[in-house]
């Protein structure tokens, strides 16, 4: 309520319009930022376990890869790289921090290079280089629409 200088009183609604909290106001702009959050956490699930799953090659808990001191040279440094570097990034990713996203980036394009480095020097495969591009394209096209949202 408020009052006029001709002393009426009236009624102010100050509430939202019903057009902006609507489902159709939702889907009708996306919002972006929600969208990059979830899938930095759903990156952060994923890049946790391929991070264990390198602490458990190198501590030997895999006896399908045989003993980690047997392993070519090339593969040795990727797996301590990645069992070290997959976390921080994953923890990143979770806080959704910038430095997370742009670790995790790093971690994603070194991986897939790896194969460069010989058959003897990766886990991973064409499918595997294929995937991390996918989502290193997704990322960036997901922060791009976010930023955009922000504007």
Excluded at 72 to 101: C, K, N, T, Y
Excluded at 114 to 127: A, E, K
Aim: charged letters at 15%; one cysteine or more; glycine letters at 10%.
């Amino acid at each position: 309520m408020r009052q006029r200088r001709d002393g009426e009183t009236e009624i102010v609604d100050r509430a939202p319009h019903t057009d902006q909290l609507g489902l159709t106001a939702l889907l009708a702009r996306p919002r972006w930022r929600i969208g990059l959050v979830w899938f930095m956490r759903t990156l952060a699930c994923v890049w946790i376990a391929k991070g264990l799953f390198n602490w458990f090659v190198l501590l030997g808990f895999s006896s399908r890869f045989g003993d980690f001191v047997m392993l070519p040279r090339a593969l040795q440094g990727s797996i301590v790289f990645f069992a070290a570097a997959d976390l921080m990034a994953s923890i990143g990713l979770w806080l959704a921090a910038p430095w997370g996203g742009a670790l995790w980036l790093l971690c994603a394009a070194s991986e897939a290079t790896t194969p460069l480095m010989g058959s003897r020097g990766s886990f991973i495969n064409g499918y595997g280089v294929a995937l991390n591009l996918a989502l290193i394209v997704s990322y960036l096209a997901l922060s791009w629409l976010a930023a955009r949202d922000s504007e």
